[in-house]
Each structure stands twice: as C-alpha cells, then as structure tokens.
C-alpha cells in the first residue's frame, strides 16, 4: 500500500472501531473515486482495502449507493454491525 492509502484506510478503520465503540448500529462512509482512476475501467483499490478493514473491525457491507458529484462519483456505503 502506498503511504496516502494506509493513512485513509487507517483513519476509516479508527471511525469504524471508534461508531463500534459507542455501541452504534450502522457505520457509513463517503468514498470518493481515486483522481488516478480518471475515465478509466477498472478496479478502485483504496475502497476494496477500506471496505476490508471496516469488515475486518466488526461490520458487514450491507447497502451501497453512488451519487455523482462536481469531483467524480462517490460511493456510500452502509455498514450494520454483525450480530455477536
């Protein structure tokens, strides 16, 4: 991982322990497409590894939406907590 992709996916990993923590239900994060990814096809790799830790911290991908921004699209998803 490069360095800037280890900060994001540490920090969304920190927020999702952190909601985890707070005894919080649903976990959503704002994922905005890679400025390398440009027009192109293809695999967005910083939000497989974000979407790896937050499950990793305890959630399930339960829903997803993308809205298209002045920036390039985003993608929302929606994390429930795993039953325990």
Do not use: C, H
């Not at 959503?28 to 497989?48: C, E, F, K, S, Y």
């Amino acid at each position: 991982m490069g360095m800037i992709r280890d900060v994001k996916v540490k920090k969304v990993a920190d927020e999702a322990r952190r909601a985890l923590e707070e005894d919080r239900w649903v976990f959503i994060v704002r994922l905005n497409t890679p400025q390398r990814l440009g027009d192109m096809t293809g695999t967005v790799g910083d939000w497989a590894e974000i979407i790896e830790a937050v499950e990793y911290e305890g959630w399930a991908l339960a829903e997803w939406s993308v809205s298209e921004g002045p920036k390039g699209p985003a993608a929302f998803p929606l994390f429930r907590r795993r039953r325990r």
